[in-house]
């Protein structure tokens, strides 16, 4: 199985698609942290125009924590589109190419085969928000350097410089639980076409719906919140509060985690049953 | 050949919904047999190949590889089989070397480079190692599929039209290569074409199939030997000739005319008798051209005719 993985990662990282969240992240977060060198004050002060009445701030509340958070909060809702870009191919691409055929041939099991290429593009994702996590929260640190963190979310919340990196630890791990469960969306819908495309649009096609469904502030639609795993995406955002609301958190993860194992298996299935036409 | 079967197929049956892809089919493939794999387009070719190699699976029927059944011991039999299934298609974005140094690691093979390049280099593609793959020409990723099928020597090797889209000198190298497998490396070859010229060429043995259901089996020599062949004799075009022909016991075996070629249904052993006849009788015959081959029996059954 492990050389399975290695197979299939070898393929992932030899592909240009691959890149272009690398790419996209490396661009965007250096442009974000650039803009707020220069204008992160203001941006703060805008922040806490409301609360400086109330409360004097000293110190360097422009630090990386702060940008690292922003960064973290703007870019999460777009890295989806990243991640479906290598998940929508990762089946379908084989079936495009002509190259299950090559695949399926083998002495390997398609259990293996449909494993090692879920396991491949998990690894994928992750290494996509260490990469993101890297840019916005470490880079920002070197160049802005740390501090307390305050986030303003219904309430103004101020951690200490020593409570704040284990935070961001678990809500980047979090992140990378919703962003797997993108992906095996798009590794579903991958498994049903011939065409990349396909998997991509629909997968997208499904979050923003979702996410408006979840947004939408109407009591019919309260009933069905629960049901939707875009419900629980945000949820990185439960370790800036204080205190953490563990049970909410774990409920939220055993959904995704609940959502990463039935897409699978569902793509298992599937996969197993299917003739190989292409 | 001996009489150990590699291949058993019995009764194999596939149906999608309302179509019948292959109906009922039998085959048996025996160990050092070139095995030809004829038949039309839309004949079940494909689909009993990819059911040979579990793409897809029958929807009746057993399938018995080396003597056992297939889908209970799928990876020990497919470790020791070796297959182009229709035209061979790569990773375009990686080199040849890459390509089969990935899918020989599948196989758990010596993949080292001295290894991998013997093969590419068995397959003329030694010096285009390097090269991605979507910079190949169709000839040379068919030579690279024939490399990938024979990374792990596998003895039993299924070849579906391998020599399609190639030149008539691809042809011939991909020829002489299938021979040498099985003359000087004992494989058992099944090769499916629609070449009929190439499958008489090489295979021993051939089945026919159209609509998916067996129309013939057997030695293609022995094939060959029970089909009559047609003569086209090319004769001094007069009346008087057709007369002499009407008269003569040559007369009921007369098939067609056109201009001065006179088409005969006659065995190959009475060219000498009727060429003489013609000479006794003052007619000046100008070129004798006997017409047997497979395709003419191919296109016969495939065409409705007798079976």
Known sequence: MINLIGFELSKLFRKWRTYIGFLAIGVLVPIVQIVLHYEGDRFVNMALRSVQQSFMFDGNLLNGYLIGY?????????????????????LAGEATSGTYRMLLIRPVSRFKIITSKFIAGIIYTNALLAF??????????????SGELIVFENILYIFATDDVFWRFGMAYGYAALSMSTVFALSFLFSSLVENAIGPIVATMAIIIIFAILSALNFDALKVIRPYLFTNYI????????????????????????????????????????????S | MSDEKVIEVKGLTKKYQNLTAVNNLDLNVYKGDVFGFLGPNGAGKSTTIRMLLTLIKPTAGDIKIFGKP???NRNEIMRKIGAIVEKPDFYMYLSAFKNIELLGG??????????LMEILDTVG????????????????KQRLGIAQALLHDPELIILDEPTTGLDPQGMKEIRELIIMLSKEKGKTVFLSSHILREV???????????????????????LL???????TFELESSDSVENVIAESSWGNKLKAREKNEFIFDVGAEDIPAMNSFFVEKGVNVSAIIPKRSLEEYFLKITSGGAV
Do not use: C
């Open chain 1, 234 to 277: 945000a949820d990185w955002r439960l370790f800036f509060r204080d205190p953490v609301e563990i049970k909410e958190v774990i409920n939220s993860g055993v959904v995704l985690v609940g959502h990463i194992v039935g897409l699978y298996a569902i793509t298992l299935y599937l996969f197993i049953k299917k003739d190989i036409l």
């Open chain 2, 106 to 115: 599948l196989y758990g093979v010596d993949t080292s480079k001295k290894r």
């Open chain 2, 200 to 222: 008489e060429l090489i295979t021993d043995r051939m089945i026919i199939i159209n609509k998916g259901t067996t129309q013939i089996e057997g030695k293609v020599s022995e």
């Open chain 1, 70 to 90: 922003l960064i973290l909060q703007a870019l999460i809702i777009h890295i989806p589109f990243l991640i479906v870009l290598v998940g929508g191919d990762i």
């Open chain 2, 125 to 140: 593609l030694a010096h285009r190692h390097k090269s991605k793959v979507k910079t190949f020409s169709h000839g040379m």
């Open chain 2, 225 to 231: 030997n029970a089909e009559k062949i047609t003569v």
């Open chain 1, 132 to 145: 993101l996590a890297f840019m916005s929260l470490i880079m920002s640190l070197i160049i802005f350097g």
């Open chain 2, 70 to 72: 297939l889908y209970a």
